[in-house]
């Protein structure tokens, strides 16, 4: 038999779950975002903080002398899909992955020159920190 | 299990160890041999304990014992990764408390053995919350749902997984009552001195919640009699020690390999294989644990673990038995790579019985599968995700014959169906032959060899299919604890 306060439990179960479903409409970057971008020739950083239900594309133009690049994620989103899309200068892909917390890692090979640098936010939650620097295989 | 890599490698003991029939007798559960003869399960030894009240015979519930229990579980974790590893996730308040209430929950890309094995490990604290504090099987099954809710909405930042939900819920009760019996099989409240020092200690170390809430009881060196629950009515380990060749080959031209491995697996059958079905849950039980190295991944290849739930004879001679069971499965090895909580109902039937020239055991299972992972052959994270969820449709068919208590024989045949929900888009058909033989030269040592083959194929919708076919050839030393039925 289900008790009174069973049926509460259940009732507040169903609320726990069913809430997050409710669709939360999407919001921008704005001013208390407090986006930083660094942009110079080998070097690239992207930071903003206070992030809360974000969609939006950011795209970047990116000199890189180098064949890779050395990436270091420093973000922590931890609702929504934030993604990092890093084409080379002849527009192939060379990395692609969720925005990270504490890892380093690297871009594929590509060809130096204008590469693209893209973060595609889909109702995201954190902070972003991504710091890119051109680098080249050891001799 | 119920898998198809549970069936082969490892149909959870149970298929692969013999039934048992030697009653545990008093507190010594894992050397019943060093006891006198005509203790029965349960009853402490000798005059002096004759006499003991039995305290924990029937315990009370305490509830919020248990729930502080629960809160220790959630907040030893968080502490360490608050204050001392500083991770981003621990740091928890008010926005990140809404933020979970508020936003979707989604599926995470941690390891699988986070995802499989850490969270089912927390969840079994959960379960054994309440269920050390007086609660029964099923009055304990839904604290590892309320405990994982909370840990889940409140104390991490991350958005709520469900399959951590469904890992550490399942998980959490499989494994909790597991834990759970096998503390209560170490415990021996009649014990004193050094015996019950290392006895608390080996149960507090298989079960950190039980241990702490006899510490804060008083009743580590409390001298009392044993509940009769915390004896089975039979028990058999058996370890086996050998040479393992795994081979393997993937289609499109991907790879073909084998390698060359030291190979030990333990397995456990708690309680009578026939006769315990339909008593309590997980009044029979069995468990696998399979090492093998050198390995350039893990050493741990595998631990499974089913329960019973519950079974209802056909007929007066009870030969056959419709069962349900809870099964758990964590296979981390170079032929496959698969996790996931089943329940399984289907035919159990007995032939002959033990002491018989032959006698064994069938099983025919439908399987399943809550929440599984299986390979993917594209899906990869840089945090190591490499795996996709689904549930799971499948079959477990087996069966194993003795002969004379020297000869045994064990067929098994999984096979499984797995809907992907979050990967790659696909549908896995995996499944699973295991084909083992023993000699016992005595009761305590055998030898015997057993062949595993294990084919899967991956249906993408986008990407093309692979197929996977891989085998084990394994030869081992067995000794059997404390030995197998006279």
């Known amino acids: ?139 | 299990m119920a898998t198809a890599p549970a069936a082969a490698q490892a149909p959870a003991a149970a298929d692969t160890i013999p039934p048992v029939h030697q009653r545990i007798a008093g507190p010594s559960p894992m050397a019943p041999a060093l006891l006198p003869a005509g203790a029965s399960a349960g009853a402490p030894l000798g005059t002096h304990s004759d006499t003991l009240p039995c305290l924990e015979c029937n315990p009370p519930k305490r509830f919020w014992l248990g729930a502080a229990d629960v809160m220790l579980a959630q907040f030893v974790p968080w502490a360490g990764n608050y204050f001392i590893s500083k991770q981003a996730w621990a740091e928890i308040g008010p926005q990140t408390w809404r933020n979970n209430l508020t936003y979707p929950w989604q599926w995470d890309d941690n390891t699988l053995d986070i995802n499989h094995f850490r969270h089912p490990v927390h969840g079994s604290m959960y379960f054994n919350a309440a269920r050390t504090n007086g609660y029964s099987f099923w009055g304990s099954a839904a604290w590892p749902l309320a405990g994982s809710l909370m840990w889940e909405l409140f104390w991490e930042a991350w958005a709520p997984s469900p399959n951590d939900l469904v890992n550490t819920s399942v998980g959490g009760v499989i494994l909790g009552e597991t834990l759970f019996r096998l503390s209560r099989l170490t415990l021996d409240n009649t014990a004193t001195g050094g015996e019950r020092v290392w006895r608390e200690i080996g149960s507090a170390l298989l079960n950190p919640i039980s241990g702490f809430n006899r510490l804060v009881r008083g009743e580590t060196g409390r001298v009392s009699a044993n509940p009769p629950a915390w004896r089975p009515s039979a028990i058999l380990g058996v370890l086996d020690l050998g040479y393992r060749q795994t081979t393997q080959s993937i289609t499109n031209g991907v790879t073909e390999s084998g390698s060359d491995q030291w190979n030990a697996t333990f397995l456990l059958s708690y309680g009578d294989p026939t006769k315990d079905l339909s008593q309590t849950p997980f009044s029979y039980f069995a468990i696998r644990a399979d090492l093998a190295g050198p390995s350039s991944g893990q050493v741990v290849n595998q631990f499974s673990a089913r329960g019973s739930l519950a079974a209802w004879p056909l007929g007066e001679s009870r030969r056959h038995q419709v069962a349900v069971s809870l099964e758990y499965d964590y296979f981390d090895n170079p032929a496959f790579q698969y996790a996931g909580q089943s329940v399984q109902v289907g035919l159990i039937s007995s032939i002959g019985a033990p002491r018989k020239t032959w006698w064994g055991q069938t099983t025919f299972l439908f399987n399943g599968v809550i929440l599984g992972s299986t390979k993917s052959d594209y899906y990869r994270t840089v945090e190591g995700r490499n795996y996709d969820y689904g549930p799971g449709l499948g079959t477990l068919l087996s069966g194993r014959l003795f002969y004379k208590t020297r000869l045994q024989g064990t067929v098994s045949y999984a096979g499984l169906w797995l809907h992907t929900i979050d990967g790659t888009q696909s549908a896995h058909y995996q499944d699973a032959l295991l084909l083992e033989a023993r000699y016992w030269a005595s009761h305590t040592i055998g030898i015997g060899f057993g062949y595993t083959v294990y084919n899967r194929h991956s249906d993408y919708s986008s990407l093309p299919d692979v197929d996977q076919s891989s085998s084990f050839l394994r030869a081992f030393v067995s000794t059997a604890i404390p030995g197998l039925p006279h």
């Open chain 1, 1 to 139: 038999m289900v008790t009174r306060w069973g049926i509460r439990g259940l009732a507040a179960l169903a609320v726990t779950l069913a809430g997050p479903s409710c669709d939360t409409p999407a919001e921008s970057l704005g001013p208390n975002n407090h986006v930083q971008v660094t942009n110079l020739v080998g070097h690239f950083e992207l930071t903003a903080d206070n992030i809360q239900n974000v969609t939006r594309t950011l795209t970047f133009a990116w000199q890189n002398p180098g064949v890779y690049a050395a990436i270091q994620h420093l973000s922590f989103t931890p609702h929504g899909t934030t993604l990092l899309i890093i084409t080379d200068a002849v527009g192939n892909e060379v990395y692609s992955s969720k925005l990270l917390y504490n890892l380093d890692d690297r871009t594929l090979n590509g060809t130096p020159g204008g590469w693209t640098v893209t973060f595609s936010l889909d109702k995201s939650v954190g902070q972003i920190d991504v710091i890119l620097d051109a680098a080249w295989p050891p001799d």
